[in-house]
């Protein structure tokens, strides 16, 4: 999948450690990919996932974005690429391997277009499911019927579809993991990954999805329509306040004294302003559709038109220059006092990497495609902060 605003995606490692004093801790870096869960160099925490779906019958799990194939015993990319009709070459090149290669039982290979796709259509995401095209389709692939027959449709899968991450080279799947706040072993029981986690230059690894808190739970009470209590944190009900059998006799407050004036200095008129720089200006107005949450949305998502300009926040000098793993571009400017800006899901670059930026200035454009908004970040060295302190 590409990565939504979410998305989602996250700088290369030599950008950041060349614009932040790193100190001599060492830093595992990766800005690629979702901005919306940025890594830690801290220890990631360790999130519960769901099982990988199981594929069907040819070892295809395909979602809208992309679809994957599953290795069996003895599969080599030849077999493999014959099973599910795609070119043997093809299919190697796109994921970095040889066609005699021997894949692992289990092992996950991304396929370059999309094939027939499964009973049911592809996995989608809660309510998101088209049920008229899923039932026009069985009804059209269906042969003339001799006599009036019935038979119960496919159902269609239901899931988030995962992140694809593509590995670069210097990535380990410890630093993947991390990356994604997964742990490495759910990383590898997607993947199909050997007992020693290696993965190479050029693989694509589906990101193990979050289990849902409680979902099983809440699944459950609604299809048995049991009762629920609120849970902690969402609060209860307010109960409404007994009425008196008499109303209050009415009281007639008087003032202890009278308000003494005070001769004292309107010391607002001697404060000093604060500095019309000292602020970042909004890098496109709009909508705050998603707004600012350390470890889950480490930047906001602003609204915006397709080709709408995207201005630096503040005057600085470019970066980085990088892309997600869908290629999206994603700029990085550095700024004084050693703060970053971040700018994803924008086309039509404008600057290049070392170009000085004055504040205002053009470096780019919404995508015309995807998501109309803008993904932006401020980072303080390696940590993100609320943009929202910044802009004004």
Excluded at 85 to 95: K, W
Excluded at 225 to 239: H, I, K, L, M, Y
Excluded at 278 to 288: C, H, K, T, Y
Excluded at 359 to 368: F, N, P, S, T
């Amino acid at each position: 999948m590409t990565h939504p605003i979410r998305s989602a995606p996250l700088l290369a490692c030599s950008a950041l450690l060349a614009l932040a004093a790193c100190g001599d801790q060492p830093f595992d870096y990766d800005l690629r990919g979702n901005f919306g869960n940025a890594p830690s160099t801290a220890q990631a925490a360790v999130n519960a996932t769901a099982d990988r779906p199981e594929p069907d019958a040819r070892g295809i799990i395909s979602y809208p974005g992309y679809q994957v194939a599953v290795a069996r015993r003895g599969d080599t990319v030849a077999s493999l690429a014959a099973r599910i009709g795609v070119d043997a070459r093809t299919l190697a090149r796109y994921n970095g391997i040889q066609t005699g290669d021997t894949l692992r039982e289990g092992e996950v290979v991304a396929l370059p277009g999309r094939v027939a796709e499964p009973e049911g259509g592809p996995i989608q995401p809660p309510g998101d499911v088209d049920i008229a095209t899923l039932a026009g389709e069985a009804i059209d692939s269906a042969p003339e019927p001799s006599g009036v027959q019935t038979s119960a449709l496919e159902p269609a899968r239901t899931g988030v579809e995962p992140v694809r991450h593509k590995v670069e080279r210097g990535e380990t799947a410890y630093t993947i993991a991390r990356l994604y706040d997964v742990s490495v072993r759910s990383l590898a029981d997607w993947n199909g990954l050997g007992p020693d986690f290696s993965v190479r230059e050029g693989q694509y690894l589906l990101i193990p999805v979050a289990l849902s808190d409680n979902s099983g739970e809440r699944d459950s009470a609604a299809a048995t329509g049991a009762d629920t209590t609120p849970r902690p944190g969402q609060g209860s009900p307010t109960p409404e306040p007994p009425s008196a059998s008499r109303p209050l006799p009415a009281e007639d407050t008087v003032a202890a004294s009278k308000p003494v004036e005070s001769s004292a200095p309107d010391l607002g008129a001697t404060q000093t302003a604060a500095a019309p720089d000292a602020a970042m200006s909004f890098p496109v107005r709009g909508d705050i559709i998603r707004d600012y949450a350390k470890g889950k949305n480490d930047g906001i998502d602003i609204a915006a038109s397709p080709g709408t300009p995207v201005k630096a926040a503040a005057a600085g000098v470019v970066a980085a220059i990088t892309e997600d793993t869908n290629g999206v571009p994603i700029i990085v400017v550095k700024h004084e006092g050693n703060l970053l800006t971040v700018y994803s899901n924008i086309a039509g670059v404008t600057v290049k990497k070392g170009d000085q930026v004055s504040r205002g200035q053009k470096l780019a454009e919404i995508r015309r495609d995807g998501t109309a908004a803008l993904h932006f970040e401020v980072r303080d060295g390696f940590d993100s902060v609320d943009p929202n302190d910044y802009l004004g």
